[in-house]
């Protein structure tokens, strides 16, 4: 077995936020690395409530079989007000103390980061934390578990508005996910090849969508999507539908469709399942080797350490030749 020499022996696992998934398929590694470092794995329940409520139990390399290939998280997960305040992380920590945890790896975004950064540097206590989310909204990573496999799944979905689009010539508002990024947007955007792409990043103005429709006219589409982020700045999808009629009237048949959560479910994509093991090993790993307060990712194929602080404080750059390409498809 392993030659690392540390004084963690014990590690909490816990998901928090948005489920997301291959969240499961990060669990299972993490509990199968603690297991290979002869460590006890202990999983959380409900991300830092429970943590909070003390419903914590050990797990064994048996706890996590057959969920690689499963949706949501096991764990369970919350968005926990209480965590944010003094008492909430006092009880926290008894619990952590009780439970005889050295150290935590904590699977979630942004939020679950802070919270991360706060407890780690108010009790001295190690925690490493691994980009789960479908909003791909994290500093120090290409991607984040489950971003590829929600883009699919908008990806399907968008494919068959196609279908009926094009058997009645309607132009829909898709709303995608993805809090205050556009990346589900973008990428769907060119894999199904929607007309046009609408993102908060880039706020190109209503004028450029109007252009993007008449030109569609002009060559004589039957069919055009336009895929809108949730964050977007001109309005919601029914608003941009209002703005559409008042400018060319009956022209277009409009129709709107939200994707909502269905974004968040289904069984993780292989390359979701194969991220999301790389940076569970990597995470016990991390910790055996003296990190704390990092939040792990893969960057041009690299595992990075970025800390807590910037991963939460800074954003991702979106791609603005993704735009380019996008525009230049959709013509
Ligand atoms: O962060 C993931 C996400 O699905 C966002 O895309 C979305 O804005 C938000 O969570 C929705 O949160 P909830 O499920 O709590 O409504």
Not at 105 to 127: L, N, S
Not at 253 to 263: A, D, F, R, S
Not at 274 to 296: F, H, P, T, Y
Request: net charge negative; charged share 30%.
């Amino acid at each position: 077995m392993s030659t690392k020499q540390n004084d963690i022996k014990n590690i909490g696992v816990l998901t928090s936020g948005g489920d997301a998934p291959g969240m499961n398929a990060a669990i299972r590694a993490v509990v199968r690395t603690c297991v290979y470092y002869e460590l006890t794995p202990y999983g959380i329940y409900q991300g830092y409530e429970g943590l909070i409520d003390n419903e914590i139990q050990k797990m064994d390399a048996g706890s996590v079989k057959h969920i690689i290939h499963q949706g949501g998280t096991i764990l369970k997960s919350a968005r926990s007000q209480a965590f944010k305040t003094e008492e909430g992380m006092e009880k926290a920590w008894r619990n952590v103390q009780d439970n005889d945890l050295d150290a935590m790896v904590v699977i979630g975004g942004d939020g679950t980061f802070t919270g991360a950064m706060k407890f780690g540097q108010k009790y001295d206590f190690p925690i490493v934390g691994i980009p789960g989310t479908i909003d791909n909204d994290i500093y120090g990573t290409d991607f984040t578990v489950g971003f590829d496999t929600a883009v699919n799944t908008v990806v399907e979905a968008v494919d068959k508005i196609r279908d009926t689009a094009t058997s009645h010539n309607r132009l829909f508002f898709i709303e995608v996910m993805g809090r205050d990024a556009g990346f589900i947007a973008v990428y769907s955007g060119i894999a199904a090849g929607s007309e046009e792409v609408l993102i908060p990043e880039k706020d190109r103005g209503i004028e450029k969508l109007f252009e993007s429709l008449q030109r569609t006219s002009q060559r004589q589409k039957t069919s055009r999507l336009v895929i809108v982020a949730e964050g977007d700045k001109n309005g919601s999808v029914y608003d941009l539908e209002d703005k559409v009629k008042e400018r060319f009237g009956d022209r277009y048949e409009t129709k709107v469709t939200i994707l909502g959560h269905v974004q968040r479910g289904g069984r993780p994509s292989c390359t979701d399942r194969v991220l999301a093991s790389q940076l569970g090993v990597k995470s016990v790993e991390a910790l055996l080797d003296g990190r704390r307060n990092v939040m792990i990712g893969v960057r041009d194929r690299k595992v990075r350490y970025t800390d807590f602080e910037k991963a939460t404080k800074q954003n991702p750059k979106m791609d603005e030749e993704l735009l380019r390409i996008a525009d230049i498809i959709s013509i």
